[in-house]
Nanobody
Framework: QVRLVESGGGLVQAGGSLRLSCAAS????????MRWYRQAPGKQRELVAD???????NYEDGAKGRFTISRDNAKNTVYLQMNSLKPEDTAVYLC???????????????WGQGTQVTVSS
């Protein structure tokens, strides 16, 4: 059983910062990409940032220059440092990871339950 647990969300004023964490636990053989998505009320889920196992990172245009994704492979944890937050960043932030539970099993996508980020103006 694999579990992703996010933490670090909360209420912050515009211009402030938050650091989200997502820890993967359970029967994990290896992890490939780890990603952060967000979903605001009435909007589609969107990819914010992703990180490959090799260290490559990609960002949604609005996140470039403000957000930084990083990971600690030894802890199976991915982080999202969010600076210069704006009210439009308000959303539930969800962690996603491509995980193999055994060497003989293919990659599968796992999701966390999400953490609420609210940015006040």
């Amino acid at each position: 059983q694999v579990r992703l647990v996010e933490s670090g969300g909360g209420l912050v004023q515009a211009g402030g910062s938050l650091r989200l964490s997502c820890a993967a636990s359970g029967s994990i053989f290896s992890i490939n990409a780890m990603r952060w998505y967000r979903q605001a009320p009435g909007k589609q889920r969107e990819l914010v940032a992703d990180s490959t196992s090799g260290g490559q990172t990609n960002y949604e245009d609005g996140a470039k220059g403000r957000f930084t994704i990083s990971r600690d492979n030894a802890k199976n944890t991915v982080y999202l440092q969010m600076n210069s937050l704006k009210p439009e960043d308000t959303a539930v932030y969800l962690c996603n990871a491509e995980i193999r539970v055994r060497a003989t099993v293919g990659w599968a996508n796992y999701w966390g339950q999400g953490t609420q980020v609210t940015v006040s103006s």
